[in-house]
């Protein structure tokens, strides 16, 4: 027979998780209260930015408060990620990472200083950044065949250059020189603008780069591109080739983007975010914006994504491994 302690336990349970849930209804019903920063882990005007900048003009219109942008970079991506995985789970601090701040710092990192998964939710998959071989024009270099050819006869004689260690543009060639049995040098870059600046100038012979990042360079003749890692050409470079159809397998990759809140932020207010961020990635004005820059939308929500951010994670961290690459 339940006591009356029971009883009262039990009530007084009852009553907190209804007041609970009437408390989160009510914060999202009046969510947002202030501006919202979207946080870029990364230096600004790369493509990663760019793109969450055309996003947060867009959802200033839909929420009706300021979302602003703040390009907090440095350590691969973990300064940003690591002080949005902080804040106040109220929604007002979110953050676009990718296959690096939610994934490979989990393995490249002693100390990233957060964890992807736990410290998390995700609010959106966008889609994917396919990469590119892109070398400057000063290098006698027109096919993915003469880079394996020069690359074997001179072995860590080229440079290649990366967004970070840790980011897709390295982990991409490391997995291009295990299935080549190449060797080149890494000079890893804070950010995409500063590595294209010097693929320009011809100081860094190859990169494997995100398509947006290098994309306007490339159709202003500045730089020239060899090969995309994908296994379709890409509409924007309809006369680029792909790796599969000069000969190499098994070296294809692409590096995803995703919007993140806090993982505890209430579940009302991650639904409001969610739908948000999903609808404006579907709004054929925003879609056509960002197309336009290279990327490759595939738009996801939470339960689509979840399944498709573990197993990215577990790709990578297999990359990582044959690739030898240790944590720092």
Do not use: C
């Amino acid at each position: 027979m339940p006591t009356i302690f029971s009883v009262s336990r039990r009530l007084a349970l009852g009553l907190f998780a209804i007041a609970t849930v009437f408390t989160a209804n009510a914060s999202a019903q009046t969510f947002p209260n202030r501006v919202i920063k979207l946080v870029v882990p990364y230096p600004a005007g790369g493509p990663t930015d760019v793109i969450a900048r055309i996003v947060a003009e867009e959802m200033s219109k839909e929420l009706g408060h300021n979302v602003v942008v703040e390009n907090l970079a440095g350590a691969s991506g973990a300064v940003g990620t690591r002080s949005v995985a902080k804040v106040e789970p109220d929604g007002h601090t979110i953050i676009f990472g990718n296959n690096q701040t939610h994934g490979n710092n989990m393995f490249l990192l002693k100390e990233p200083g957060y964890d992807a998964i736990k410290d998390f939710a995700p609010l959106a998959g966008a889609g994917a950044f396919e990469h590119v071989f892109v070398v400057p024009n000063s290098l006698n270099v027109k096919s993915i065949q003469d880079l394996v050819a020069l690359a074997k006869k001179n072995p860590d004689k080229l440079n290649y250059g990366s967004t970070g260690i840790g980011s897709g543009s390295h982990l991409a060639t490391e997995l291009f020189m295990a299935r080549t049995g190449t060797k080149m040098t890494h000079v890893p870059f804070r950010g995409a603008a500063p590595l294209v600046t010097e693929l320009i100038a011809g100081r860094i012979d190859v990169s494997n780069s995100t398509l947006p990042s290098v994309l306007g360079q490339v159709q202003a003749d500045e730089i020239r591109a060899i090969g995309i890692a994908s296994p379709q050409r890409n509409p924007q470079l309809p006369n680029v080739p792909t790796l599969r159809e000069q000969g190499i397998t098994n070296a294809d990759a692409e590096s995803w983007a995703a919007f993140f809140a806090p993982a505890n932020t209430p579940k009302p207010i991650l639904d409001k975010l969610s739908t948000t961020i999903v609808g404006i990635l579907n709004k054929p004005e925003a879609k056509a914006r960002i197309m336009k820059l290279g990327f490759t939308l595939n738009v996801r929500d939470p339960e689509a994504f979840k399944p498709y951010l573990a197993q990215e994670i577990q790709t990578w961290a297999e990359i990582i491994k044959a690739a030898n690459i240790k944590a720092e």
